[in-house]
């Protein structure tokens, strides 16, 4: 007779919850990391301060999950983001919602959120192995029949959960090892690639470092193709660093950069700041117009104090070979409207991204079509079961991933955890 019921591989959120489904269903759990702690990654997200979930509606929700949200449909309809905040505040764990819906512990303390998570796996009586790295797993015939650990042990067992994530951030144990296991069984993997992901640029200003460090608040950024059409926009705020981009509005862009280098076969494609996205060209430039007309005396320097970030203004004085000492009155209407358009339309041709291994999020993994959303059950073979990042769905970052994590976690271990049962 097997010993465990179930074995949960990778103890990052998916697979913690789906230890905590399984054995609140009441089979026999067995959790197995390489890592000597569980849930590393979950403690370094939101920066430092676990970023939970997100609160906004199932709609919403799939919307911000852009590779294969609509997957997610059935598994939030047994677990979703409501049952997880239910879930941390029954563990007497306050979460506060900050800004676009995120969900955060009220402490801001990341490993609070981990602890909790430890202390129920604990509570719930699963066994739990860290320092234990899963080299296989045996199937016979159509069935899952064994894990197999990097020390040469066997563990027979008829159900398996893979949860190992990504390939991100490979010092957090996600390492990609999940997908060899897969394809044995007869999965398919996808293309995999970094998103959520800051972004690369070989700009003049970009290498001589002219920008780097300066952030810009509540821009519009655009990604288009090479015949000039918009891709992808996003709000938000961005940074300029020494390679390129960075900041949420970046980090959102990136995996629609990724894709239109590959689909177009080209090496840079052009990306577009706005930063007065609210307010169109015609009334910015009436704007300056009436700054004009009420100090017609000032220098255009003194005159555009603050109307953009300065280190912005003196970069883009230099591209237009201005004379900021001039007067404001002299200016001519068509520097006006070039002022304008650089602050509407600032490109920036951009050639890449970071790697895999520097992304936030794993964009591909093992396809979709051949789980069943309903249980998160392979159609190749039966007892095994996949979870989180190792499968190819990714939100955007504001907990979208996390929560993708939990509630295909939690639909793996209830449905694992029912089929032992019933079997
Ligand atoms: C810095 C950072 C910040 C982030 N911030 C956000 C955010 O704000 N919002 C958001 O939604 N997402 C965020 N993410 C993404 C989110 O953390 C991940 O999507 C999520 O952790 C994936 O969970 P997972 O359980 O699928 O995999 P992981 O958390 O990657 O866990 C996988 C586990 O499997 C174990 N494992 C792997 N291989 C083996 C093996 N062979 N044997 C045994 N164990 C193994 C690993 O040790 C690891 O513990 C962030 C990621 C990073 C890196």
Not at 221 to 243: A, E, Q, S, Y
Not at 251 to 266: D, G, W
Not at 314 to 323: E, M
Not at 381 to 387: A, D, P, S
Request: glycine letters at 10%; aromatic letters at 8%; one cysteine or more.
């Amino acid at each position: 007779m097997n010993k465990y019921d179930v074995i949960v591989i990778g103890g990052g959120p998916s697979g913690l919850m789906a230890s905590i489904a399984a054995a609140e269903h009441g089979v026999r759990v067995l959790l197995l990391d390489k890592g000597n702690k569980l849930g590393r990654k979950l403690a370094i997200s939101g920066g430092g301060r676990c970023n939970v979930t997100n609160r906004m509606d199932i709609q919403d929700l799939i919307a911000h999950i852009p590779g294969n949200g609509r997957f997610m449909h059935s598994p939030f309809s047994v677990f979703n983001n409501e049952n997880i905040i239910a879930f941390f505040e029954g563990l007497g764990i306050q979460l506060k919602e900050e800004d676009r819906g995120r969900m955060f512990p009220v402490n801001d303390k990341a490993t609070t959120v981990v602890e909790t998570l430890l202390n129920r796996v604990r509570m719930l009586g699963v066994d739990i192995r860290t320092n234990t790295t899963v080299k296989t797993i045996n199937y016979s015939g159509e069935s899952v029949s064994e894990v197999v650990l990097h020390n040469g042990e066997h563990i027979p067992t008829p159900t398996v959960i893979v949860a190992t994530g990504g390939k991100s951030v490979p010092h957090t144990g996600s390492t990609g090892d999940g997908y060899p296991w897969a394809e044995k069984a007869g999965h398919t993997i996808t293309d995999l690639y970094p998103t959520e992901v800051p972004i690369t640029s070989s700009e003049d200003f970009i290498r001589k470092k002219t920008l780097q460090g300066l952030s810009l608040r509540d821009i519009e950024l655009t990604v288009f193709n090479p015949k000039g059409k918009k891709i992808k926009t996003h709000d938000g705020d961005m940074i300029f660093t020494h390679f390129g981009i960075s900041g949420p509005a970046a980090l959102r862009c990136s995996q629609y950069v990724v894709k239109a280098l590959k689909k177009f076969e080209t090496k840079t494609i052009k990306m577009e700041v706005d930063l007065f996205p609210s307010v169109s060209e015609e009334a910015l430039f009436q704007q300056l117009l009436a700054k004009v007309k009420a100090d017609p005396k000032k220098s255009l320097k003194n005159l555009l104090k603050g109307f953009a970030p300065e280190r912005f203004l003196l970069f883009v004085y230099d591209k237009l070979s201005l004379d900021t000492q001039a007067q404001a009155s002299t200016v001519t209407h068509e520097t006006f409207r070039s002022l304008v358009t650089i602050c509407k339309h600032f490109e920036i041709e951009v050639n890449g991204t970071l790697s895999i291994e520097k992304a936030f999020v794993t964009g591909g993994g093992i396809s979709i079509k051949e789980i069943e959303p309903k249980t998160m059950h392979s159609k190749k073979k039966k007892g095994l079961y996949f979870c989180g990042e190792v499968l190819d769905i990714h939100g955007y970052t504001g907990g979208y991933n996390i929560t993708v994590a939990f509630s295909t976690g939690y639909t793996a271990g209830k449905s694992a955890a029912e089929q032992v049962i019933h079997k």
